[in-house]
C-alpha cells in the first residue's frame, strides 16, 4: 500500500515540479505576441478616420493580463503539488522510498 | 506597397507640377492644396508594419492552439495560414498528470479546476485570434487607402499634364478607379474557436475579410470610379479634393466597423472576465504549512 502511494505522490510531484511549469513557461511565451503596444502602429495625428489604437491596445492589453494570470494559476499550483508531495513523502518509510524513486526515474 | 512618406512626395510633385505649368486662366482659389493635399495622411497607420504585431500574434495563437486552427487569412503568397494544436496544454488535464488514484476535495478540486483553466486558455487563443483578424482588417484599410489616394495623386498629376497641354494634344478625360470608396469592409471570416466558451469570440470575426497584405481584400466589382477634368486646374485640384475626402469618408466607415467589433468584444471580455480567465483553485491558497492538512489531500488511493 506504501508502495503505491509513493508512486502516486511521486507523480504528483513531478506533475508540480515538471509538468505543470512547462505549461506556464509555455504561456510565457505566449505573452510575447501580446507585450508591445499598438498605439504607435494605429494613431494619428490628423484626425483622419476613427481612431482606434486605444481600443485595440485594451484589447492586446485585457489578453496579456489574462495570460499573466493564467500563468501565475498554473504555476502556484504546481508549487501546491510539490508542497504536497513533500509532506506525504515524510509519513511513511516505505512511501518515501518509492517516492525518492519515482523522482529519481523523472529526473 | 504604398507608405505615408510616398503621398508626401507625391502631393509635392503636384505642387511642383502646378508651378511650372502655363495657365491662361482657371486658376485654383488655393493652389498650394496641390502641396498638401494628403498633409491628412502624413502619420497614419503605415501597412508596411502590421506585420510584425500579426506574426507575433500568430506566435500566441501557435502556443494556445486547443485544436488545430485556420486563421482565416493568407501569407504573402495566398495560401490560408493555418496551424495545429499545441499538445503541451494536455499536460493539465487528468489523464496528463498521469494520476489515477489521487481522489478527494482536494483532487477533484484541482482537476474541475484545470478543465476550466483550459477553457479560459481557449477564450484567450480566440481573442487573439481576433485581435490578429481586426489588425489585418486595419492593415487592409489602409492597404487600400494609400493606394487610392496614390492613385488620385497620380491620376491629378496627368490631368495637369493634360490640361497644360490641352490645345497640342487634346486630351480626353481621365478616370481613376479606386477600391477604398467602393467597398471597404466585407463580409465575415470565421474566427477559430476549439474550446471557447465566450461566444461573441466564436464568431466575432464577423464583418472583416482579410488577407495578410489587405492586397486581395477588395475583389473586383468592390470599387469605384472617379473621373478627372483636365480643363484646367481649378476643376483638377477640385477633383483631387473630391477623392481624398471621398477616400477620407470610407476610411472612416471602415474604421467606425472595426471600432463596432473592439467594443463588442471588449464588452464580452469584460463581463466574463473568470470565464476568460480562471481564478486559481483553492489549493493555491493553502498556506505551505498547512498543505497537508489541507481538506481531501490525504485520499490517494491506497495511501490512507
Redesign the interface.
Known amino acids: 500500500m506504501s508502495e503505491a502511494l509513493g508512486v502516486e505522490v511521486g507523480r504528483v510531484w513531478r506533475a508540480g515540479a515538471k509538468k505543470l511549469p512547462e505549461v506556464g513557461d509555455t504561456l510565457e511565451t505566449a505573452k510575447r505576441g501580446v507585450s508591445t503596444s499598438l498605439v504607435d502602429l494605429l494613431s494619428r495625428s490628423s484626425g483622419v478616420g476613427t481612431d482606434v489604437s486605444s481600443r485595440f491596445d485594451e484589447l492586446r492589453g485585457l489578453i496579456s493580463r489574462a495570460l499573466e494570470d493564467s500563468e501565475q494559476a498554473i504555476r502556484d499550483c504546481g508549487t501546491a503539488l510539490v508542497w504536497a508531495a513533500e509532506d506525504y513523502e515524510l509519513t511513511d518509510q516505505a512511501a518515501r522510498d518509492a517516492y525518492e524513486r519515482e523522482k529519481q526515474r523523472i529526473d | 506597397m504604398v507608405t505615408p512618406a510616398d503621398l508626401m512626395d507625391l502631393q509635392g510633385r503636384l505642387m511642383d507640377r502646378y508651378n511650372s505649368g502655363s495657365w491662361g486662366s482657371g486658376f485654383p482659389d488655393d493652389p498650394s492644396q496641390f502641396g498638401s493635399c494628403f ?7 503605415d501597412p508596411s ?2 506585420g510584425q ?1 500579426t506574426d ?6 501557435t ?2 492552439a486547443p485544436t488545430g486552427f485556420d486563421t482565416g487569412t493568407s501569407d504573402g503568397s495566398g495560401n490560408p495560414v493555418t496551424g495545429n494544436a ?1 499538445t ?2 494536455d ?2 488535464s487528468t489523464a ?7 481522489t478527494g476535495q ?1 483532487a477533484d478540486g ?1 482537476f474541475q ?1 484545470s478543465q476550466s ?1 483550459k477553457t ?2 481557449s477564450n ?1 487563443f480566440a ?2 485570434a ?2 490578429r483578424q ?2 489585418h482588417a ?1 492593415a487592409a ?1 489602409w492597404t487600400a487607402a494609400l493606394e487610392d489616394l496614390e492613385k488620385l495623386g497620380n491620376d491629378a498629376y496627368a490631368a495637369l499634364e493634360a490640361a497644360d497641354d490641352e490645345f497640342d494634344t487634346g486630351a480626353g478625360e481621365i478616370s481613376t478607379t479606386l477600391k477604398v470608396v467602393g467597398a471597404v469592409v466585407a463580409v465575415a471570416a470565421a474566427v477559430p474557436t476549439g474550446g471557447a466558451s465566450l461566444s461573441i469570440l466564436a464568431a466575432v470575426g464577423a464583418g472583416v475579410t482579410v488577407a495578410s497584405t489587405g492586397m486581395d481584400v477588395y475583389a473586383a466589382g468592390q470599387t469605384e470610379s472617379k473621373k478627372f477634368a483636365t480643363c484646367c486646374p481649378r476643376d483638377v485640384l477640385a477633383d483631387l479634393m473630391d477623392g481624398v475626402r471621398r477616400v ?1 469618408d470610407a ?2 466607415d ?3 466597423a ?2 463596432a467589433q ?2 463588442t ?2 464588452a464580452e ?2 463581463g466574463n472576465w473568470d470565464e ?6 483553492t ?2 491558497s ?1 498556506h ?1 504549512n498547512h ?2 492538512a ?1 481538506s481531501g ?2 485520499t ?4 490512507s
Open positions: 498633409n491628412n495622411f502624413a502619420d497614419v497607420p508594419q502590421f504585431h507575433a500574434l500568430l506566435e500566441t495563437m502556443l494556445l499545441n503541451a496544454l499536460q493539465v496528463g498528470i498521469e494520476l489515477d488514484d489521487w482536494a484541482f479546476w483553466w479560459g486558455i484567450q481573442a487573439a481576433v485581435l481586426l489588425l486595419e484599410v477620407e476610411v472612416r471602415a474604421e467606425d472595426i471600432r473592439l467594443d468584444n471588449l471580455i469584460d476568460f480567465c480562471q481564478p486559481p483553485p489549493l493555491t493553502v505551505r498543505i497537508a489541507y489531500l490525504g490517494w488511493g491506497g495511501g
